[in-house]
T-cell receptor
């Protein structure tokens, strides 16, 4: 069964600290993986997208990594800011008949001063 | 470009009532989707469309209907609303289904059925 699991479910960190969010998936065959940031009450906004051949991609203070062999991805946030408080959703796209997207349940990040 | 626009932002329905959630995009995307997001759950696909005149069921289509008469618009119809349909609904669009560059979400419609 194609699934996407994220950990931790929630995380609280101090402003200025770094953190890493995890995404494990079983989707096969794999097309691409994206990380989205969803502010409370808003729609998800894309942070990064990686295909099979890409190992890392950065977007400002956000760096995503992908290990397609172990089917794991991580999102590293550097020097966190209060505005980073949000849910971070991992989305994996498969190459199955319906070209389905598989969503993780998200990690809720709270950055406190 | 406005991107993906959803209306209304909030709505309260009584059990058995019907309503249409509106979604429009101005990016000339062929692919459009409707998702629902329940608390603590991932986004689940309700219906999607690969182009005008073509729609298909997603993971949780029961209780909903859609139409795609134009490239821009993809309304979601709830018939006989039930409390289980209380959720936040997101419309999205993308240029390409497989690689999904330009996959954009609307800001959501929070629906409560009482």
């Amino acid at each position: 069964k194609n699934q996407v699991e994220q950990s931790p479910q929630s995380l609280i960190i101090l402003e200025g600290k770094n953190c890493t969010l995890q995404c494990n998936y079983t989707v096969s065959p794999f097309s691409n993986l994206r990380w989205y940031k969803q502010d409370t009450g808003r729609g998800p906004v894309s942070l990064t997208i990686m295909t099979f051949s890409e190992n890392t991609k950065s977007n400002g203070r956000y760096t995503a990594t992908l290990d397609a062999d172990t089917k794991q991805s991580s999102l590293h946030i550097t020097a966190s800011q209060l505005s980073d408080s949000a849910s971070y959703i991992c989305v994996v796209s498969g190459l199955d008949a319906g070209n389905q997207f598989y969503f993780g349940t998200g990690t809720s990040l709270t950055v406190i001063p | 470009n406005a991107g993906v626009t959803q209306t209304p932002k909030f709505r309260i329905l009584k059990i058995g009532q019907s309503m249409t959630l509106q979604c429009t995009q101005d990016m000339n995307h062929n692919y459009m989707y409707w998702y629902r997001q329940d608390p603590g759950m991932g986004l689940k696909l309700i219906y999607y469309s690969v182009g005008a005149g073509i729609t298909d069921k997603g993971e949780v289509p029961n209780g909903y209907n859609v139409s795609r008469s134009t490239t821009e618009d993809f309304p979601l119809r709830l018939e006989l609303a039930a409390p289980s349909q209380t959720s936040v609904y997101f419309c999205a669009s993308s240029l390409d289904r497989v690689f999904a560059y330009g996959y954009t979400f609307g800001s959501g419609t929070r629906l409560t059925v009482v």
